[in-house]
């Protein structure tokens, strides 16, 4: 037999396409000749593959071989073709037999000695591979705990080209440990409990993680921003499992999963320093890929010290805070990365951290405008609570009595989710913080006193249609804490009070 064909796959972006590897073997001036659109380091992989066969102990006589990398219009990128590449060119050479590669798919890197390396992208790559009916997916071992969270698919891990041959001649494979089920070591978050003070800031935290709404914490250095921030990590409610899968996804793809435990468990959090770019934050690139918004998809992402970040970075994160997703145009796609979001935020009110207390602030009042007016209106009126922390007392810092942790506000956290997740059954939001216009009015009603409220704080606050119905979306969430099925006049009059404070710095 000279032709045959092997199935594999490439990722682009999030998105997965199957591949046909080709490999005609034939008589004639000896070559090794790649076609398909490939990349540099595909194009590499015949020398690696041709080694590899070799020092495997089979034989490669010289003769004319043309693979084959289709379809023609995908750019195939990275090692992954290593695997498939060598085994439909021993299938042509008649050295395995064509009849067990149906309906598998082959994926992984080779190295010279014939050993099989792991690659990224596997969970996505076995999903889809199940979705077009493959039944058998060969990886390589250390994929293999990775590509067993798809229930229903057939996953052999191999660890090298030898094992690889004897899975397509049907031989019995050595028992490998499998070790994907191991439990994740606990991550330490600082606790609620350790926070002296700042009672408004807790509770502020509590309700944008209970409805799923960006919070922007303003106060002097020292007064337990980072720390805060670092604490709502800690009552994150669990994914359920259809979250952790797509989550765990976009770390596949990145490469960034744990071998043994690649199933995540837990919701991201992830801090960004300011030097970050728009492409760290949002993805890109030439070949685009997640950002860090999207490593932080069904958590938080933080970012301290809010206007050192530069204000083209912050404006790129308007859409997706609002569509729940970054897309990236290039000349030959359109990339979509997931991008749910909770926004938390810190920043002091000033270069120096001192203002508004004029006796210890040492800032001019244009350094004052021109520090705060890095924070652009349309951002602020993306952010659902604003809060205020004070700088600590001593007082307080000095109390023995002991705030309450970061337990017990997680069960009321996790409560409300539930709630939030029986009321909303059946459709495509989850938390009140993604309510659209048609949910606010179902979900959202007011009375005739909260009506006038309302119209009063719209007229007086100079609101916007965004951020009275963030207004509304963060009373609800409130009223879900306090387990009233009615939004009251005091759950709006504590949500209009998380609008004022950006009133006091940015005022007109």
Known sequence: MSFSTITSAAVDGLGVELVRVEADVSNGLPMFHMVGYLSSEVKEAGERVRTAIRNSGFEYPPKRTVINLSPATLRKRGASFDLPIAMASLMSLGQIPAEKQKKSLVIGELSLD?????????????????????????????????????????????????????????????????????????????????????DNVKRAAEIAVAGGHNLLMIGPPGSGKSMTAKCIAGILPPPDMKE?????????????LNEKSPL???????????????????????????????????????????????????????QPLEEKEIQITRTYGTYRFPADVILVAA???????????????????????M??????????????????????????????????????IRKRVCRVRETQKERYRGMEITVN??????????????????????????????LTA?????????ARTIADLEGEEQIRENHLKEALGYRMVDKKYWAR
């Open 114 to 198: 014939g050993r099989v390396r792991k690659v990224p992208g596997i969970l996505p790559i076995v999903m889809k591979a199940k979705a077009a009916g493959v039944s058998r997916c060969i990886v390589p071992a250390e994929n293999m705990a990775e590509g067993s969270l798809v229930s229903g698919m057939e996953v052999i891990g191999v660890e090298s080209l030898n094992e690889t041959v004897s899975v397509f001649q049907g031989k019995p494979m050595p028992e490998k440990q499998f070790q994907g089920r191991e439990e994740e070591e606990p991550e330490m978050f600082p606790d609620f409990a350790d926070i002296r003070g700042q």
């Open 244 to 256: 952790s899968l797509e989550i765990t996804k976009i770390y596949s793809v990145l490469g960034m």
């Open 264 to 318: 995540i468990r837990k919701r991201p959090f992830r801090e960004v320093h300011h030097t970050a770019t728009r492409a760290a934050l949002i993805g890109g690139g030439m070949f685009p890929h997640p950002g860090e918004i999207s490593l932080a998809h069904g958590g938080v992402l933080f970012l301290d010290e809010l206007p050192e970040f530069k204000k083209s970075v912050l404006e790129v994160l308007r």
């Open 347 to 369: 920043m002091n009110p000033c270069p120096c951290g001192c203002y508004p207390d004029m006796q210890k602030c040492t800032c001019s009042p244009a350094q004052i405008q």
């Open 371 to 408: 520090y705060l007016n890095k924070i652009s209106r349309p951002f602020l009126d993306r952010i659902d609570l604003c809060v205020e922390a004070e700088a600590v007392s001593y007082e307080d810092l000095t109390s023995e009595r002991r705030a309450e942790s970061s337990a017990q």
């Open 433 to 462: 913080g993604m309510l659209d216009e048609k949910g606010l009015k179902r979900y959202c009603a007011l009375g005739a006193e909260e009506k006038r409220l309302m119209e009063q704080a719209f007229s007086v606050m100079e």
């Open 466 to 474: 965004r951020g009275y119905h963030r207004i509304l979306k963060t």
